[in-house]
Every structure is written in structure tokens, then in C-alpha cells.
């Protein structure tokens, strides 16, 4: 079974960091891109970013928004991707997911708020 | 960026009836390699996203088959053939063919 479990979000001031992580199981994470994508409280969905494999040289890309602020990598050993979000802003205020292998997590909720 | 645009955004169906969502890109999906990244995802209420039909009309795995997708280029079209309760929820069609990944608006589907 395809299991992707997000953690390490919570309440932030602006300014501030966070890096979330998502533990992959149920299939090659090795061989897998993964994304991130956020969605605002009634909001629609915002991809956020992605890293590919190490076949393709763990590549990323950003949305416009997060360049710069964000970064995702990757632990291959640990089957796990992270994302670490530097200079936070209030409109960062969002449930994360991580997606990949066409699979989607739970969210994990970061509140970026003084 | 590619737009998504979705109608409707609201679609009061009665169960065992069908429902239909069309999306709209503002360029052809197609990527260079000949595929299509156009999906469709649907949200139930306070779920995560999940994916329904990948590459315009293949339904992912354990997606009921009153589920299906269709179109080509800019113009797709999700169809519920027989609306169960279970269907409840938002759907978004999801374009992957060009960075950034780009969604619709979102077509809440729920019962008369």
C-alpha cells in the first residue's frame, strides 16, 4: 500500500522557518519525482515545487511565489522528501501536500501568523 | 502559466444521475514527448486530493469506472455517468505538461 505521510508543520511568525518532511512507503521512491503542492483554508490547489530522481540529477523547480524561499530535497535512504520554507509570509498560510507516484498525503497545516 | 478554467463551478446533481465538468487550457496540452498531462483529482470533504484520471481518459487505480475523462488539446470534459453520495466533493482538473503544474478553479459537485 502507497503511504505518504507529510509532518513538521505548525504555527510560525513571519519571518520565520519550517521544514516539513514526507515519508514515502509502498513503492520506488528512489525512482520518483516529488512534488509539493499547498492549498489555502477554501482555497483551490498551488503547486508549490518539485525534485526529480537521481537519474535525473535530483533537478528542482519552483512556483514564481516560493523561489527563492523554498527548497525541496530529498533522502533516498529514508524515502523521504523535504521542504524547507525560509523568510515565511502570511500568505504562506496553507495545508501542504506532497505528491508523487500519483499518490497524495494527509497535509500537514502551516500557520504563518504573529 | 497555463489557465485552467473550469465550468461549472457549481453542479447540483441528483443521485443516480450524470454529471459533467468540462475544463479549458489557455495552450494545448500536448508536450513534446506526444502525451497529454491533463488529470482530474477530486477532493471530499475535509480529504486530501485524489487522483481520478491521469493523461486525459486513464482511470488511476480503484477509480470506479462510472468515472471518465475525454477531450484533447485545450478542451477536456470529466464525466460522472451515475452520481453516487460518495461523489460528493470538488473536482479539479490539473495540467502537467508545462512548469508550474497549474489547476481550475475547482467544480464543487453535490447533491439536490
Known amino acids: 500500500e502507497v503511504q505518504l505521510v507529510e509532518s513538521g508543520g505548525g504555527l510560525v511568525q513571519p519571518g520565520g522557518s519550517l521544514k516539513l518532511s514526507c515519508a514515502a512507503s509502498?513503492?520506488?521512491?528512489?525512482?520518483?519525482?516529488m512534488h509539493w503542492v499547498r492549498q489555502a483554508s477554501g482555497k483551490g490547489l498551488e503547486w508549490v515545487g518539485r525534485i526529480r530522481s537521481k537519474a535525473n540529477s535530483y533537478a528542482t523547480a519552483y512556483a514564481a511565489s516560493v523561489k527563492g524561499r523554498f527548497t525541496i530535497s530529498r533522502d533516498d535512504s529514508k524515502n523521504t522528501a523535504y521542504l524547507q520554507m525560509n523568510s515565511l509570509k502570511t500568505e504562506d498560510t496553507a495545508v501542504y501536500y506532497c505528491t508523487g507516484n500519483y499518490y497524495w498525503g494527509q497535509g500537514t497545516l502551516v500557520t504563518v501568523s504573529s | 502559466d497555463i489557465v485552467m478554467t473550469q465550468t461549472p463551478l457549481s453542479s447540483p446533481v441528483t443521485l443516480g444521475q450524470p454529471a459533467s465538468i468540462s475544463c479549458r487550457s489557455s495552450?494545448?496540452?500536448?508536450?513534446?514527448?506526444?502525451?497529454?498531462?491533463l488529470s482530474w483529482l477530486q477532493q471530499r470533504p475535509g480529504q486530501p486530493p485524489r487522483l481520478l484520471i491521469y493523461k486525459i481518459s486513464n482511470r488511476f487505480s480503484g477509480v470506479p469506472d462510472r468515472f471518465s475523462g475525454s477531450g484533447a488539446g485545450t478542451d477536456f470534459t470529466l464525466k460522472i455517468s451515475r452520481v453516487e453520495a460518495e461523489d460528493v466533493g470538488v473536482y479539479y482538473c490539473m495540467q502537467a505538461t508545462q512548469f508550474p503544474w497549474t489547476f481550475g478553479q475547482g467544480t464543487k459537485v453535490e447533491i439536490k
Open positions: 495552450q494545448s496540452l500536448v508536450h513534446s514527448d506526444g502525451n497529454t498531462y
Open positions: 509502498g513503492f520506488t521512491f528512489s525512482g520518483s519525482a
